[in-house]
């Protein structure tokens, strides 16, 4: 069963990525950016990581993408790029090489470094054990306001920065920017 | 079960993140759209992400999950950041493309 979920997930999230990267209209690219996130839920899901699922959802596919949409329907949906010539001569040639490289590479470091992570953790309770079915939330949450309550008062401060900084960045001469920084919040 | 089924392993998710972690990156070298650049980050983000909550489950560590809850927020503000720098710029010129955007060029 897990395997079955796994095959589709994977189809759904490679499939996205391909559309991200191939599609020349930005509008389909952000809607295969959806069916990517979507896949990465399912594979939280898979993982034992529902409230990272549900925030992925919520965060990802519900403020981030819509706030693409809008920046894409802001400056125009008909530009669309021109995919057949390359800008830089060779470019995508080079590209090629570097991410069948950086694949190698990878592949290599997971496959060498495979033997060599050892279970050290308390563990990570489960709500598949069914005695409770908040375990992931409480045990998730007891690691951020104990051990990562600096850095969890610290990304207030970022993120009040990041929209008073977009709220500058958008202000001068249309009000209709101001929904980028709305929607952000 | 029996010895026919096969399970995914953490090796099968890292290998898929490395996948998406490399479509990422060719993207972003490719691709001459701001917008779509920065969908190409977020493939990134997404795959690191991924690796992260694998680990910490192969750990048997909450903290994996944890980290991409930071993860999250920070790549939220990003995205509004950048695409108000986007919004900011394309304000002031009609090309799309950041091949457009070579004034700092010395």
Known sequence: ?185 | MNALIVVPTSTWYLLLSAVLFTIGTVGVLVRRNPLVMFMCIELMLNAVNLTFVTLGRRLNDINGQAIVFFVLVVAAAEVVVGLGIIVAIMRRRSGITVDDLAELKG
Not at chain 1, 117 to 124: F, L, N, P, T, Y
Not at chain 1, 162 to 183: E, P, Y
Request: overall charge neutral.
């Open chain 1, 1 to 185: 069963m897990e395997l079955f979920v796994f095959v589709c997930a994977t189809v759904m999230i490679i499939v996205g990525a391909l559309g991200v990267v191939l599609r020349k209209h930005p509008v389909h690219a952000a809607l295969s950016l959806v069916l990517t996130l979507f896949g990465i839920a399912v594979m939280f899901v898979a993982q034992h990581a529902e409230f990272l699922a549900a925030v992925q959802v919520i965060v990802y596919a519900g403020a981030i993408v819509v706030l693409f949409l809008f920046v894409i329907m802001l400056l125009g949906v008909d530009q669309v790029e021109n995919l057949k010539t390359e800008p830089l001569a060779g470019q995508r040639w080079v590209a090629g090489v570097v991410g069948v490289c950086l694949l190698g590479l990878l592949g290599a470091a997971i496959y060498t470094g495979a033997d060599s992570v050892i279970a050290r953790g308390e563990g990570i309770a489960s709500n598949v054990a069914g005695d409770n079915p908040d375990a992931n939330i409480q045990q998730l949450a007891s690691s951020i306001f104990s051990d990562y309550v600096m850095a969890f008062e610290v990304t207030s401060i970022l993120l009040v920065v990041a929209v008073v900084g977009t709220v500058l960045l958008a202000r001068r001469r249309t009000a209709g920017k101001q929904q980028t920084a709305g929607a952000a919040k």
